[in-house]
């Protein structure tokens, strides 16, 4: 077959409608025909220059693609005719949710608790100051209880500035205050305290019952405390274990290791007929 019917069989092949064995044939004339490759490699480039063509312009329709879709081409959304008029909210004072106001009302409840709180144990320190007729031991315990509140005071003030769970006050809290209201009870049945004063234990109750909320878990942002989370038990069943993977150990470790055992006792032995044959020179 001639280099004509050859290039008409490459022609095919560049239109995609040769056979294997035509495609076979052809790149065996190719590899011994200089002139066939030449014309090969040109009708290459000019159908590549055929099938390609320059990019008309094309027209913009990026409006109308972000329009359909409900974005406008600074970024925003684009707003239904119905939609009501988007909120805009200040870049100074972001929207808490819910439970983080609750927690910052509380937390300002309780400094205001605290001060009132401070503000009445200075005041009993100064009143207990101006009395005169109070006993030795009466004007001690009263400047001990001008020093708990003065204490309770500030621990409010220090829980609602520090913001830090005030679960290590609850113990003693709960104790103090359920002294005092069986206490109180007490000495307003049997009339032995005014008024005036049970009143100002209402500021120390609901300071408590602040305490309270703000230990709760749900309240706290880290969520429940650590020492209320179950520490993980150091026990393990056997069972419970993942088997771990085999190793292939080679058996010349264990001719070495053998090796070792057995050479150990010799060198003892050596170093002791050693030190016996020095001995024997000694003596001799």
Partial sequence: MGCEQWREVLSAQLDGEETAAEGAAAQGHL???????????AAVAVTRRVRTRLVTDMPDR???????????????????????????RSR???RLPGRARLVVGLRAA?????????????????????VDHLHASGQHLWHESAAWNVAVGAGFLFVAV???????????????????????????????????????HGFLVVGYLVIVLLSRPGLRPGGPAPQRQPTPSRWR?????????LRVV????????????????????????????????RAA
């Fill in 31 to 41: 590899d011994e025909c200089a002139q066939c490759r030449a014309w090969f490699a």
């Fill in 110 to 130: 309780l400094g205001l608790l605290g001060a009132v709180q401070l503000v009445l144990g200075l005041a009993q320190v100064g009143r207990g100051a101006a």
């Fill in 162 to 200: 520090r913001r830090s769970p005030p679960a290590g006050l609850l113990p003693m809290l709960s104790a103090f205050v359920g002294t005092l209201l069986l206490l109180s009870v007490n000495d307003l049945v049997t009339g032995s305290v005014s008024g005036q004063r049970l009143v100002s």
């Fill in 62 to 88: 990026t409006d109308a693609i972000l329009a359909a879709v409900g974005v406008s081409t600074t970024g925003d959304a684009v707003a239904d005719a119905g939609d009501p008029p988007p909120v805009r």
């Fill in 92 to 94: 100074w004072r972001p």
């Fill in 250 to 281: 080679h058996s010349g470790a264990y001719r070495a290791q053998a090796a070792d055992r057995n050479a150990a006792p010799a060198a003892r032995a050596g170093h002791a007929a050693r030190g016996n044959q020095a001995g024997d020179r």
């Fill in 237 to 245: 069943f056997g069972a419970d274990e993942p088997e771990r993977p």
